[in-house]
């Protein structure tokens, strides 16, 4: 056996923690021991068919190699492990480690010729084993075929013992319905589960006791780190320990660290490798999710520095054109006078006199109010609107002050009583105007007589401004 060049550094005579299945390195675990007896028990009473399943790692070929090292001269025994042969090859082969001559290649010559061997063993109180390792891998024809050579006995024994071992995966075919005669054959089925912390602990003291060596080349730290990462798996735990004592004899360490143990861990998954542009590496996720985070930083970016579209907004025509319009809708059988208008009421002053007049408005005219993108019969058209810069200054411009707002008033008012032919000072009969207004530059409430007229009023001034957006959305 090679020896590895940490073995004088520590003090070992040969290499503790090798993979191969030696069965001088048996460690005889209450699992490994049951499943140990219980196997060849049932070889040596002929109990047929027997399945060990155990973990990966955890030495089943160790186990079945210290089997065949146990079994003397009466038992002979022929190990299969090449599973992914079809059930021909695998009898061929069997038929060599039995050393039986056959000449046939057919299935009807190999069975013949095996059927011959079984026989001479019973005759000389031999025991033929067939150990198939990797069961796992067999397929249902195989396993079928293995349930039919089970068959070969005689009225008090078994002629032939069939010895399954595999992973768990072996124990899942067989639950399988296809296979339940195959597992109605099984008579012997043991299994092998991993170490707690104590018997990983006691594994690790047999394999460096049998190597001239002992536990404490270990620290208290990187052996518990070592055991809790092994997870009780023999297997894990010799690479484990192989790569620490390595690391530690290359930086001249006395003892393994907990550091040796970690880079030890890290060796054995991979987790040292760094990725560039492979799928699922640290890196390309990395780069994944900051692309994603930059798409929606922009999009959110879009969405709220997007420009506002600017409002449509129609010209307001005279004040007098409204006034005459309203006048005519509004008397339906006496003749109204027109009084002429000096001059043209500016944009600014319709829209004071339509915010004043709020309380005025009646809830049933907002539904009739025109659109600003229709032309009605005060000859109102829709315009496109201007820039913003323009329509503020415009609007600053012609901000009208007080006493502007109550000339405005006041001839309006006196329009209203020309069309009426009410003198100033009659009351037509109606109830009187009120005193005075509430506020300086406020209209006070009309009277009732001539509340659908400030309302009409009102309403034709306010949808001049409206923009068609907002006219659309009240009338639904």
């Known amino acids: 056996m090679a020896r590895v060049p940490y073995a004088r550094h520590f003090g070992l005579s040969r290499e503790a923690f090798a993979l191969s299945p030696d069965p ?21 009473t002929r109990r047929g068919l027997m399945v060990m399943v155990a973990e990966v790692g955890m030495g089943k070929t160790t186990v079945l190699h210290s089997l065949l090292s146990r079994l003397g001269d009466d038992v002979r025994t022929a190990y299969l492990t090449n599973t992914r042969l079809p059930f021909d090859g695998l009898l061929r082969q069997a038929l060599d480690d039995f050393g039986v001559e056959h000449h046939g290649t057919d299935r009807y010559s190999l069975v013949g010729a095996l059927n011959g061997f079984l026989a001479r063993c019973a005759d000389d109180g031999t025991i033929p084993a067939l150990v198939v390792d990797e069961a796992h891998d067999l397929d249902d024809e195989t396993f079928e075929n293995l349930r039919l050579l089970s068959n070969f006995d005689t009225f008090d024994t078994k002629l032939l013992q069939v010895v399954l071992v595999g992973q768990p995966e072996l124990d899942d075919k067989l639950r399988r319905p296809e296979l339940r005669q195959v597992a109605e054959r099984v008579a012997t089925r043991v299994n092998v589960n991993p170490f707690d912390r104590r018997a990983s602990v006691a594994y690790l003291k047999h394999r460096l006791a049998r190597a001239g060596g002992t536990i404490d080349v270990f620290t208290a730290p990187a052996l518990a780190y070592l055991v809790q990462r092994a997870r009780g798996v023999p297997r894990r735990l010799n690479v484990l320990c192989h790569n620490a004592m390595l690391s530690a004899w290359a930086q001249g360490a006395p003892r393994v660290g907990l550091a040796c143990a ?7 998954t991979g987790a040292s490798l760094v990725r560039l542009s492979a799928p699922g590496g640290r890196r390309t996720r990395n780069a994944g999710l900051a692309a994603a985070a930059a798409v929606t930083a922009i999009g959110v970016s879009a969405f709220l520095w997007r420009p506002a579209h600017p409002p449509l907004v129609a010209t307001a025509p005279p004040a007098a054109s409204l006034v005459a319009g309203i006048v005519e809708r509004t008397a339906p059988s006496e003749a109204i006078a027109e009084e002429p208008s000096s001059a043209p009421v500016p944009v600014a002053a319709a829209v004071a006199l339509s915010a004043h007049g709020d309380d005025a408005v009646d809830p049933g005219t907002r539904d009739s109010t025109p659109r600003a993108s229709d032309e009605d019969s005060t000859g109102v058209a829709a315009v496109p609107p201007p820039a913003r ?24 008012v006196a329009s209203r009583r020309a ?4 003198s100033e000072g009659e009351t037509d009969g109606r109830r009187p105007k009120a005193a005075a207004p509430r506020e300086a ?15 009409s009023f009102d309403a034709r001034a306010r949808a001049c401004f409206t923009p068609p957006g907002a006219a659309r959305g009240s009338r639904a």
């Not at 001088?24 to 040596?44: D, I, K, N, T």
Request: charged share 30%; no cysteine; proline share 6%.
């Open 389 to 412: 810069s323009t329509r503020r200054a415009r609007a600053t411009a012609a901000t009208p002050t007080a006493p502007a707002r109550r000339e405005e008033a006041a001839g309006r």
């Open 262 to 268: 970690i880079a030890a861990e890290r060796e054995r």
């Open 419 to 422: 069309g009426r032919g009410v």
């Open 24 to 44: 001088h390195f048996l460690w005889s675990s209450p699992e490994h021991a049951e499943a140990l007896a219980a196997l060849e028990v049932g070889l040596r």
């Open 441 to 455: 530059g406020r209209r006070s409430r009309p009277a009732d007589g001539r509340r659908a007229s400030a309302a």
